[in-house]
Structures are given as C-alpha cells and as structure tokens.
Nanobody, 123 residues
Framework: EVRLVESGGGLVQPGGSLRLSCAASGFSIGTDNMNWLRQGPGKGSQWVVGINRDGDLIYYDNSVKGRFTISRDNANNTIYLHLNDLKTEDTAMYYC????????????????RGQGTQVTVSS
C-alpha cells in the first residue's frame, strides 16, 4: 500500500523555521516525482515545490523561492521541506504528494497525498 505521512508542522513566529518530513512507504521515492502542496485558510491548494525522481531537477513556486528547500533521504525513503524566514502568508496545511500534480481554476491536486501537517505562522 502506498502511503505518505507528513510531520513537523507547528506554530512558529514570523521569521522562524521549520522542517517538514514526508515518510513514504509502499514505493521508493526515487521512482516518482514528489511535490509539496499547501492549502491556506479559505484558499485553493497551491503547488509549492517539486523534485523529479532522479533528484536532479527541482522547481519552486516564486512565493517560496529562496526561503524553502526540498531535500530527500533515499535510505530512509523520506522527503523533507525546510521552511525558513516564514511569513504569515505561509500559514497552511502542507501536503506531500506522489506523482503528477494537476492545477486548474486556482487549485492543484494529486491522486496520492498524505494527511498533511499544519504550519501556522503567527506572532
């Protein structure tokens, strides 16, 4: 069974940092593209960052470029998202997804995603 389990979210002040984890099981993260999506309160689901299966192509949404970094640990079959210089607008539920992400009408989705981890940025 393919499963993604996110963790690491929490409450942080503006300017703070967090590290989100996505533990994968039922498949190897080196065999598919992996992405992080987020959904803020009252908003559609936004694509944040993607890494290809070989790990040599990474793309960031402009809103997080320079502040967020995706990495992966193939040995532990885990994807990480390092969030730095957090802003209040980063407040959202963050989801790890496997495979293709489709975006239309202001929202994105993927057939395979975890349950999410909440990030709240507030003073």
């Amino acid at each position: 069974e393919v499963r993604l389990v996110e963790s690491g979210g929490g409450l942080v002040q503006p300017g703070g940092s967090l590290r989100l984890s996505c533990a994968a099981s039922g498949f190897s993260i080196g065999t598919d593209n992996m992405n992080w999506l987020r959904q803020g309160p009252g908003k559609g689901s936004q694509w944040v960052v993607g890494i290809n299966r070989d790990g040599d192509l990474i793309y960031y949404d402009n809103s997080v470029k320079g502040r967020f970094t995706i990495s992966r640990d193939n040995a532990n079959n885990t994807i990480y998202l390092h969030l730095n210089d957090l802003k209040t607008e980063d407040t959202a539920m963050y989801y790890c997804t496997k495979g293709t992400v489709q975006c239309s009408a202001g929202t994105c989705h993927s057939a395979v995603r975890g349950q999410g981890t909440q990030v709240t940025v507030s003073s």
